[in-house]
């Protein structure tokens, strides 16, 4: 059972940026896709953005054109880039692979967008 651990979350004002990272502790990522989720006490938990193993991506409408999901260059770490942030966008964020079965979840990080 893979192990997801995510950072780069915090406190950022309207419009502006945080790069999320995730990394997969044991055996890595295996070449399946992976994907940002996020969720609040009071939405489900949704899907955000993925990335097949070649770069591939699929975005959520509410986040096309201000997020970015990525590779690291040793494709060791699935990086979000969130880009002209919303309050909206305050939420815990998870990663996890998308199809293939999840693994354990992660403690997720939390992004606030707030002035």
């Known amino acids: 059972q893979a192990k997801f651990v995510e950072s780069g979350g915090g406190l950022v004002a309207p419009g502006g940026s945080l790069r999320l990272s995730c990394t997969s502790s044991?055996?890595?990522?295996?070449?399946?896709?992976m994907a940002w989720y996020r969720q609040t006490p009071v939405k489900q938990r949704e899907l955000v953005a993925s990335?097949?193993?070649?770069?591939?991506?699929d975005y959520a409408d509410s986040v096309k054109g201000r997020f970015a999901i990525s590779w690291d260059n040793a494709n060791d770490t699935v990086i979000l880039s969130m880009n002209s942030l919303k309050p909206e966008d305050t939420a815990v964020y998870y990663c996890?692979?998308?199809?293939?079965?999840?693994?354990?979840w992660g403690h997720g990080t939390q992004v606030t967008v707030s002035s």
């Open positions: 044991g055996r890595g990522f295996g070449g399946v896709p």
């Open positions: 996890n692979r998308r199809g293939y079965g999840f693994g354990a």
């Open positions: 990335v097949t193993s070649d770069g591939n991506t």
